[in-house]
C-alpha cells in the first residue's frame, strides 16, 4: 500500500489524513509537538462562507500604521529589519487593492461552503461530536461608518449567491440576543456560517484517526529531505526518517521555513492571534459575532462556554505574548456587551498561537513543479479551522490525481502575489 506523509498536526494535516485514509493510503502525520500546540485549538471555531473578503484590503494598510503605537490595538506589525518581512510586506502592499479583493470573493467563498459541507458529514460520523452548530453569524456595529460597509457586504453577499445575509436594526438586534444589552446600532446576519468547538473537534479528530489506522508521530521536528529524480524520497526528522511516495507540507505559520529546506519561495508571515475562554460562563449568548469596529470575535461554543478572540500580530514565533493585546481585545467586548465583566486572566490562561498569512489573504493549496509527489496546504491566516475540511478533501484529490471539488487556480502554490 502506498505511503503518504503528512508534515503538521493542525486542522490541515489531520483533515488530509482523514481524506488520504479513506481513499486507501497508509499515512504518517508528523508534528514536532504534541499535536496539541497549534493553532486549531484556540480559535474562534467559526466555519464561515461569510467570510469572503481576505486580510489584504484597501486601507488596511493605513490602519496598520495609525494602529502601530497603539499597544492594545487588532492588528499590528513588529517592525525589525527582517528581508522575508519586507518582502511579504511589499507584496502585501500590493496584494491590498480593489481588483484583488473582489477576485479572491469567490474562491473563498467556495472552499468556505465545500469545507461546511464536509463537517456536516463529519457530525454524522461515530466518534465525531464537536459541538458542531449551524446558526449562523452576527457582524455587530456601533458606527454608521460601519454601518455602510455592512450594506456594501450585503450587497456583495446577494451577488455571490449568499442570499439568506440579512440587515438588523437595533431592535432586531435585541430580539436575537434578548439575554444581555448590546451596545450597537444594528448587525449584519449571515445565516450561512456555522461554529463548533475547535478543541473538542481537534481531540476527537486524533481519537478517530488512530482508531482508523493513521500513525500520530509526536516530536517528530522536521530536519530536511532525501530527494531525487524530482521527487522527496524521504521525510528526515529528529525521530529518524520516514519514507514516502507522497508528502503533503502543512505546516501552518512555519511553511515558509519547511518550504525553504526544499528551495521553495513561499510569501508567508506568521500572525499571532490570542483567546480567552470562559468556562461555565454566568453569561449568554445565542449566536457567535463579529465585534466590528473593535475587530474581535465571541463565540458561545460547547453549552456552557464564550470565547473571546482576536488581533492580527505579524510577529515572529520568538517574540513574547503581549498582554496589552489581550486586555485589548477584552476591552472591546465591554464596549459590546455593557454587563460583560471579564478580567484580565492569568498568562497561563490565555491562549495565543500563529495563523500561518500569504500576502494575499488567499491559502496555498496545489503542487509544485519542483517535485512532483509534493503537495503544500498552507497559508490560510485567520481561516484555517474554517477552511479545514475543505482543504483536506482538496489535498486527498490532489494526491489521488483526481478532479478537483472545485476550481483551485487561486490557490496556486507557485502564484506572484
Not at 499515512?27 to 496539541?36: E, G, I, N, Y
Amino acid at each position: 500500500m502506498s505511503q503518504v506523509v503528512i508534515i503538521g498536526g493542525g486542522i490541515i494535516g489531520l483533515s488530509s489524513a482523514l481524506y488520504l485514509r479513506k481513499a486507501g493510503w497508509e499515512v504518517t502525520v508528523l508534528d514536532k509537538s504534541d499535536f496539541q500546540d497549534n493553532c486549531s485549538y484556540g480559535n474562534a471555531g467559526y466555519i464561515c462562507p461569510s467570510h469572503f473578503i481576505p486580510l489584504a484590503t484597501p486601507g488596511i494598510v493605513k490602519l496598520g500604521l495609525k494602529w502601530m503605537w497603539n499597544s492594545k490595538s487588532p492588528f499590528y506589525v513588529q517592525p525589525r529589519l527582517d528581508w522575508n518581512l519586507i518582502s511579504w510586506g511589499l507584496k502585501f502592499i500590493r496584494s491590498a487593492n480593489t481588483r484583488q479583493v473582489e477576485a479572491a470573493a469567490i474562491p473563498l467563498r467556495d472552499i468556505a461552503l465545500l469545507s461546511r459541507q464536509e463537517y456536516e458529514e463529519w457530525n454524522k460520523l461515530p466518534g465525531l461530536d464537536f459541538s458542531y452548530e449551524h446558526k449562523g453569524l452576527l457582524e455587530i456595529f456601533q458606527t454608521e461608518a460601519a454601518a455602510e460597509h455592512a450594506r456594501h457586504t450585503l450587497h456583495k453577499a446577494h451577488e455571490l449567491g449568499l442570499t439568506d445575509t440579512v440587515m438588523l436594526n437595533r431592535e432586531e438586534l435585541g430580539r436575537m440576543e434578548p439575554g444581555t444589552a448590546i451596545n450597537a446600532i444594528g448587525a449584519l446576519f449571515f445565516r450561512c456560517d456555522a461554529h463548533c468547538y475547535p478543541n473538542k473537534l481537534m481531540g476527537q479528530l486524533r481519537a478517530f484517526l488512530l482508531a482508523a489506522g493513521v500513525k500520530l508521530e509526536a516530536g517528530a521536528e522536521l530536519t530536511g529531505f532525501e530527494t531525487g529524480q524530482g521527487k522527496i524520497k524521504k521525510v528526515r526528522t529528529a525521530k529518524g526518517d520516514f519514507p514516502a511516495d507522497e508528502v503533503v507540507m502543512a505546516t501552518g505559520s512555519w511553511g515558509r521555513q519547511t518550504a525553504a529546506l526544499l528551495g521553495i519561495n513561499l510569501p508567508l508571515m506568521p500572525g499571532r492571534g490570542y483567546s480567552v475562554t470562559l468556562e461555565d460562563s454566568p453569561y449568554k449568548l445565542n449566536y457567535p459575532s463579529i465585534l466590528v469596529e473593535g475587530r474581535v470575535a465571541t463565540t458561545p461554543m460547547d453549552g456552557n462556554k464564550i470565547r473571546f478572540g482576536g488581533t492580527m500580530e505579524i510577529t515572529s514565533h520568538r517574540t513574547p505574548p503581549r498582554m496589552n493585546r489581550v486586555q485589548g481585545i477584552l476591552d472591546a467586548v465591554k464596549r459590546y456587551y455593557p454587563e460583560f465583566e471579564v478580567p484580565l486572566p492569568s498568562r497561563e490562561k490565555i491562549w495565543y498561537g500563529y495563523r500561518p498569512c500569504s500576502a494575499d489573504g488567499l491559502p496555498y493549496i496545489g503542487r509544485v513543479r519542483k517535485f512532483e509527489n509534493l503537495t503544500l496546504a498552507t497559508g490560510h491566516s485567520m481561516l484555517g479551522l474554517s477552511l479545514g475540511a475543505g482543504t483536506g478533501k482538496l489535498v486527498s484529490e490532489l494526491v489521488n490525481r483526481l478532479p478537483s471539488s472545485m476550481d483551485i487556480k487561486a490557490f496556486n502554490v507557485e502564484r506572484k502575489p
